[in-house]
């Protein structure tokens, strides 16, 4: 039986600062949770209530039953999907230079940033790096939107500028998308390095720029008048891009 | 001075039902607005709180000021904006075959629809046919989302299945997502026609699945298990897809 302290445990998750403070964050959905239990994170608690139960199916040793009205004050949706687990925060793995990685620039959007994760995953990019400001990747809304795969992608936040400057100075490729780049559908060669996302509302920073050494640019239509792309489709597009010379 | 009846009316179309009724839809935002009144749309009201026109110095002659609490009655929005337009809902257009053209079978997400128009008109669609089922255009989640692209898209509602029969019946190509078909990387060549974009839980159904006379596939990294794209991000890989082979 769970009982009300840890109900209230689990629904203080909702927010950043006791996730940080228990090293928890929790997982809602059957996708997710399925895929969260094939990673290698350290699950500590599964809840259903019996109507998932009896609805899916699902089954599983650690699994303790709740009643709605639990559910209902742990999950961050308005509509419970029913399931719910609790998980360790991982420690941040070292930064691994793989192939392509991304770094994001101030992404607050947890619906693009989860999107990207995604992204990402599909095309094969196993490391992202954000800058310190970039929405926690811990936050329902990020989980919801990458489907699963936040699990299987090694994401670290980090002083960016300071780790773009190192990056540069090794000689390695850093691709920043900007107004004023080099045409993708263009370009026959990517090197492996690091592709620079900024935000919708900011773009890449000033602090950032100077560190691009291989501007991009999503060619837009000839009479299109639309200002910008939102930015986890500009990450797609450039991830599409790179991946289909990759081959 | 605006009154509480009209308050209480744009109050109600928030709702599908009386944006039917009253054949209009509401608009906010600063940018959502500016497009918008450059738009062709028949714009009958602007409301701004006098905070919005000393903040952003707005003016235009059609602009009365309501009070904070107004605004927060008639805003969709928990945080509102502070700037709002009462539009007439157009004509449907016909439907138009100019260049590539979207027909979306069955997309719910407001947040999809929306980023998939604005992506289109990055890329130079003009022209997007919707299933009946379809989440509403004018939905103010969809609005938002599209970020003015709306006000210059030809969106139709229309039996999806009868529109693809008579295309195909006309020689006309029908791109369709699938899990197997053409590497879209590989792809040399794109006829004008349509694409076919399903959702994300149904994917393209299976009354239009025989409609589809070219198979395409988005191809994944070989070590990815991701189980698939979001259903606008898979848009908007296909149309720079296209695109690329256009110039």
Not at 102 to 115: E, K, R, S, V
Not at 229 to 234: G, I, Q, R, V
Request: net charge negative; aromatic share 6%.
């Amino acid at each position: 039986m769970i009982t009300k302290n840890t109900v209230k445990a689990i629904q203080s998750l909702k927010q950043t600062k006791y996730r940080k403070e228990l090293g928890l964050f929790v997982v809602e959905g059957r996708k997710s949770v399925e895929e969260l239990l094939q990673s290698s994170l350290e699950t500590t608690a599964v809840y259903a209530t019996e109507r998932f139960q009896q609805e899916h199916g699902f089954h599983d040793e650690r699994l303790e039953t709740v009643s709605e009205m639990q559910m209902e004050q742990m999950s961050s949706f308005d509509t419970p999907p029913g399931i719910l687990a609790v998980v360790r925060i991982p420690k941040q793995d070292n930064i691994q230079h793989e192939g392509m990685m991304l770094a994001l620039d101030g992404i607050a959007n947890p619906g693009n940033m989860g999107t990207i994760i995604r992204t990402a995953e599909w095309f094969g990019v196993k490391n992202i790096v954000c800058s310190e400001d970039c929405v926690e990747i811990w936050n329902p809304k990020v989980i919801q939107a990458t489907m699963g795969s936040l699990f299987r992608m090694n994401v670290v936040s980090t002083d960016l500028e300071g780790f773009l400057k190192e990056a540069k100075d090794k000689g390695k490729a850093v691709y920043g998308a900007l107004l004023e780049g080099e045409n993708i559908f263009k370009k026959d060669k990517w090197e492996d390095g690091i592709i620079v996302i900024g935000s919708e509302s900011h773009g890449i920073r000033s602090n950032i720029l100077p560190l691009i050494t291989h501007p991009i640019t999503i060619p837009r239509a000839k009479n299109s008048i639309t200002e910008s792309l939102n930015a986890s489709m500009a990450t797609g597009i450039i991830l599409a891009s790179w991946a289909s010379k990759l081959s």
